[in-house]
Nanobody, 121 residues
Framework: QVQLVESGGGSVQAGGSLRLSCVAS????????MGWFRQAPGKERECVAA????????YYADDVKGRFTISRDNAKNTVYLQMNSLKPEDTAIYYC??????????????WGQGTQVTVSS
């Protein structure tokens, strides 16, 4: 069992930056692939970034490539999402998710509660 808690959301103007953090409780964090998802009002949830359990593979959605960076610190049981050059269309609730021993999974087993990101123009 893994519990995930996100933090770091907030309100920022377009062009600004935020860093989201997701702390995992439980053992063997290093054995979990981690993903960041977002869901805007009226839209489906989408994966914006993911990192494999080994850290050797990453995935980014096309509209965040070059702006967002996912990283993990296994010693701190934490995965980060650095978001730069934010746009109003990045406004959403951001969730982190985990799946055991996966590379870049298409489904996840554990989810956090989410953190709101609001980007104003």
């Amino acid at each position: 069992q893994v519990q995930l808690v996100e933090s770091g959301g907030g309100s920022v103007q377009a062009g600004g930056s935020l860093r989201l953090s997701c702390v995992a409780s439980g053992r063997a964090f290093s054995m979990y692939a981690m993903g960041w998802f977002r869901q805007a009002p009226g839209k489906e949830r989408e994966c914006v970034a993911a990192v494999s359990w080994s850290g050797g593979r990453t995935y980014y959605a096309d509209d965040v490539k070059g702006r967002f960076t996912i990283s993990r610190d296994n010693a701190k049981n934490t995965v980060y999402l650095q978001m730069n050059s934010l746009k109003p269309e990045d406004t959403a609730i951001y969730y982190c998710a985990a799946r055991y021993l996966a590379v870049i999974p298409d489904r996840y087993d554990y989810w956090g509660q989410g953190t709101q990101v609001t980007v104003s123009s």
